[in-house]
């Protein structure tokens, strides 16, 4: 797992010289590439989601686009259209902006359920439709969706099948004042962006995340990650728990956690890193316990107290 390792150190540090102080975001976004999953930011305005997406499109040489979701967005603007072209007399397909190694799907909320669905098939399926014409979408592909936490008005909220397909929800956060100094200093002259390079090319990343599937995954932590995921679906203030894709999204994030970690097996501290951000935004709450001011994170939260971790011993255990 070294090359792995100093792979995405590199990456890593690159994005570095634009995103000042939030390594563990950026670790956890690289994760997700790794895992060949999307993602969901959600966040406040200006805390650099999008300069997130573009240095991590540049550093490993993804094509980028940037899709603004607004009310009036339709699912042929994101997708493609076909058009007649009068001198050949046949249709010709015009690819959206979805046609894109990764697709900043900025405020992704505000479009309507319709405009949003449209990223589904896109999303499970790594192709779009169109007059029922199927074409693939470039190989690896992943959507990095933003919404504002705050805003409700005039959104429409993702449906949970929607949410299911994100891989992680992440979030950045306001920087530590000292960030924020260095922040004002690199931008005093120009924007670290336009001086960022490339770090690792297209067949570099895919040779990275075929690695990760050779990380061994004992028994026992299979065991711990369906028994959290069960736990969630058991709970008494959870609606709705996760289902087997977050299962599987868990099992394959801890892999790639460890590889990043130069190891070629998992440990429960892997499961226990990736569980709130892979598993969270999964679950729906009762109302009941919404109106007392529980959160998904907190249902996690406790899961990863209670549900027992493979070789360690009960409390008050002989010799313990």
Not at 67 to 84: A, E, K, M, R
Not at 183 to 194: D, G, S, T, Y
Not at 200 to 214: G, N, P, T
């Amino acid at each position: 797992m070294g090359s792995v390792k100093e792979q995405a150190d590199r990456i890593i540090a690159n994005v570095e010289r634009v995103i000042v102080g939030k390594r563990p975001a950026v670790e956890l976004l690289l994760i997700a590439i790794l895992s060949q999953g999307h993602v969901l930011i959600e966040d406040v305005p200006g805390v650099g989601k999008t300069m997130l997406a573009r240095s991590i499109a540049r550093s490993i040489g993804y094509t980028f686009k940037r899709i603004q979701f607004t009310p009036d967005l339709l699912p042929s603007d994101v997708i493609g259209v076909s058009i007649y072209n009068q001198k050949t007399q046949e249709f010709e397909f015009r690819p959206g902006p979805v046609m894109a190694n990764l697709v900043l799907a900025d405020e992704i909320n505000r479009a309507t359920p319709k405009t949003q669905s449209a990223l589904l098939e896109s999303m499970e399926e790594r192709q779009v439709t169109v007059d029922g014409v199927t074409h693939p979408l470039p190989r690896p592909f992943i959507v990095l969706a933003t919404q504002n936490p705050i805003e409700y008005e005039g959104t429409f909220p993702l449906p949970e099948a929607q949410l299911d397909r994100f891989l992680l929800r992440i979030s950045l956060g306001y920087p530590a004042q000292l960030d924020e100094i260095e922040i004002l200093r690199r931008q005093q002259f120009r924007h670290p962006i336009e001086d960022l390079e490339q770090v690792v090319d297209l067949e570099e990343v895919r040779a990275m995340q075929e690695a990760i599937k050779e990380v061994h995954v004992s028994e026992e932590i299979e065991e711990y990650i369906t028994a959290l995921v069960a736990a969630t679906r058991e709970h008494e203030e959870v609606y709705l728990g996760s289902s087997p894709r977050g299962s599987l999204g868990l099992y394959r994030t801890c892999q790639a956690r460890a590889a990043i970690r130069d190891r070629d097996y998992v440990i429960p501290d892997d499961v226990k890193a990736m569980a709130i951000p892979t598993l969270a935004h999964r679950l729906i709450i009762n109302p009941a316990a919404r109106i007392r001011g529980v959160t998904a994170r907190m249902v996690v939260e406790e899961l990863l107290r209670e549900v027992p971790v493979p070789g360690a011993r009960p409390v008050g255990a002989k010799g313990a």
